[in-house]
């Protein structure tokens, strides 16, 4: 995580039991207790989580839905309608996979005034969306939520920090109709990734296992790519939750 002055003790520690549930995750019905617990640190009234399938040329191939608490007619007005092609916060999210307030990225996009007009007539207007995609860029997901939410580093921080980590309880419910994670790491890699846990940087584990820096990241990029990770947290939270790499 980066720097946590933003938040309190109390969510920091909350935030943690969160991504741990989330590593170790394996239905819906966890991921919706998940989601419903962190309406506990951000006023969250409704959720949706979806992960796409990426094309090497960019277009979304495949698009799979969990609804949280998003209203069931909203989501049947929204196919019927089509809204996929005019939604500006699912265009602005496939093309950056960064952090967006709805606020911001409707005055960017200007989208139709019959999707702004649909979705206020559910209360679908004020919230916060965040996506990741993996290394390979053929996945990425959409976590959107909405309620009264504000554009503060809180807010930003705690949906930032557990996205990744709702994109892995997701797809490992997904898991069934997707290839197996390749949990295979090398000794050399377990070894990275060990150093990895304890904070250490790039620089610092090629001093400590006499290699180059070049290395390390070789190493690192080939870590993340096997466990689906995110970023270098993210892998490490998943080894550990396969147990791959032991906490010590």
């Given at each position: 995580m980066e720097n946590t002055d933003c938040i309190s003790k109390r969510d920091a520690v909350f935030l943690l039991e969160l991504i741990h549930e989330c590593v170790t995750?394996?239905?819906?019905?966890?991921?919706?207790?998940i989601v419903d617990s962190l309406s506990s640190l951000v006023a969250i009234d409704n959720a949706v989580f979806g992960i796409a399938q990426i094309g090497t040329n960019g277009l979304i191939q495949t698009y799979d839905?969990?609804?949280?608490?998003?209203?069931?007619?909203?989501?049947?007005?929204?196919?019927?309608?089509?809204?996929c092609q005019v939604d500006p916060i699912a265009k602005e999210n496939f093309s950056n996979f960064e952090l967006q307030f709805w606020e911001d990225t409707y005055k960017k996009w200007n989208p139709p005034k019959e999707f702004i007009s649909a979705a206020r007539d559910f209360n679908l207007y004020n919230g916060i969306a965040c996506g990741v995609r993996n290394l390979k860029s053929t996945e990425g997901?959409?976590?959107?939520?909405?309620g009264k939410l504000e554009n503060h580093p809180r807010e930003k921080f705690i949906i930032e920090n557990l996205t990744p980590h709702l994109h892995t309880a997701f797809t490992t419910?997904?898991?069934k109709t997707k290839a197996p994670v390749n949990f295979e790491l090398s000794k050399r890699e377990i070894e990275v990734l060990n150093w990895v846990k304890k904070g250490k940087s790039s620089w610092d584990i090629s001093v400590i296992l006499a290699i180059s820096v070049r290395t390390v990241k070789f190493h690192v990029e080939n870590i993340m790519v096997?466990?689906?990770a995110?970023?270098?947290?993210h892998a490490v939270?998943?080894?550990?939750?396969a147990g791959v790499i032991d906490i010590d």
């Open positions: 995750c394996k239905n819906k019905t966890g991921i919706k207790n839905v969990m609804n949280i608490s998003y209203p069931e007619e909203w989501l049947i007005t929204y196919k019927r309608k089509n809204f997901s959409l976590f959107s939520v909405a419910y997904l898991s096997k466990l689906n995110v970023s270098r947290t939270a998943i080894a550990l939750s």
